[in-house]
Structure formats: structure tokens, C-alpha cells
Nanobody
Framework: QVQLVESGGGLVQAGGSLRLSCAVS????????MGWYRQAPGKQRELVAS???????NYADSVKGRFTISGDNAKKRVYLEMNSLKPEDTVVYYC?????????WGQGTQVTVSS
């Protein structure tokens, strides 16, 4: 059974930094793509950043220049370095992995940025 386990969320002051990590377990195949999404209450889940197996990255406009996604294919891990955090970054962040033709989600990790 494939599982995604996230860590690294928490409380930080505006302007601070956090690093999210996500590890895939239960799969012998590396993901084709991994990413981070976030979802505010009452809103749709939106892409924050993604990275393919070949290292191509994609970012939401709202985080460009502040967040950096990186991955380790061998360890089946993905990271999100978040700098210059703003109160509006306060939401639950979800790890996402595409393995074969299936998509998997983590349980979510809360990020809270105080002003």
C-alpha cells in the first residue's frame, strides 16, 4: 500500500522559513512526478510546486522566488523550502505523487504564519 508521509509544518512568524518533507513508502517504483498542493477552507486545492522525475519544476505565481521544490528519486522524497513566508501562506499543505497512472496524497500538514 502506497503511503505519503509529510513532516515539517508548524508555526512561524511572517518573513520566516519552513521546510516540508514528504516520503513515499510502499512503492518500488519512483514517482513520475511529485508536488505540493495547498487548500484553504472553502477553496479548491491548488498547486504550489511540482517536480518531475527528470527534475523539471513548476511553481504557482504566488510562491515564485520564495519557495523551492527539490526531490530525491532514489529515496522517493520531495521537499519544499519555504522562505519569506506570509500570513496568506497559512493553509494545509498536501504532498502529491504520481506513480504509474495513479495519484496519491498525503494526509496534509498545517502551516501557520503569524503576522
Amino acid at each position: 500500500q502506497v503511503q505519503l508521509v509529510e513532516s515539517g509544518g508548524g508555526l512561524v512568524q511572517a518573513g520566516g522559513s519552513l521546510r516540508l518533507s514528504c516520503a513515499v513508502s510502499g512503492s518500488i517504483v519512483s514517482p513520475n512526478r511529485m508536488g505540493w498542493y495547498r487548500q484553504a477552507p472553502g477553496k479548491q486545492r491548488e498547486l504550489v510546486a511540482s517536480i518531475t522525475r527528470l527534475g523539471s519544476t513548476n511553481y504557482a505565481d504566488s510562491v515564485k522566488g520564495r519557495f523551492t521544490i527539490s526531490g530525491d528519486n532514489a529515496k522517493k522524497r520531495v521537499y519544499l523550502e519555504m522562505n519569506s513566508l506570509k500570513p496568506e501562506d497559512t493553509v494545509v499543505y498536501y504532498c502529491n505523487a504520481v506513480i504509474g497512472n495513479r495519484e496519491y496524497w498525503g494526509q496534509g500538514t498545517q502551516v501557520t504564519v503569524s503576522s
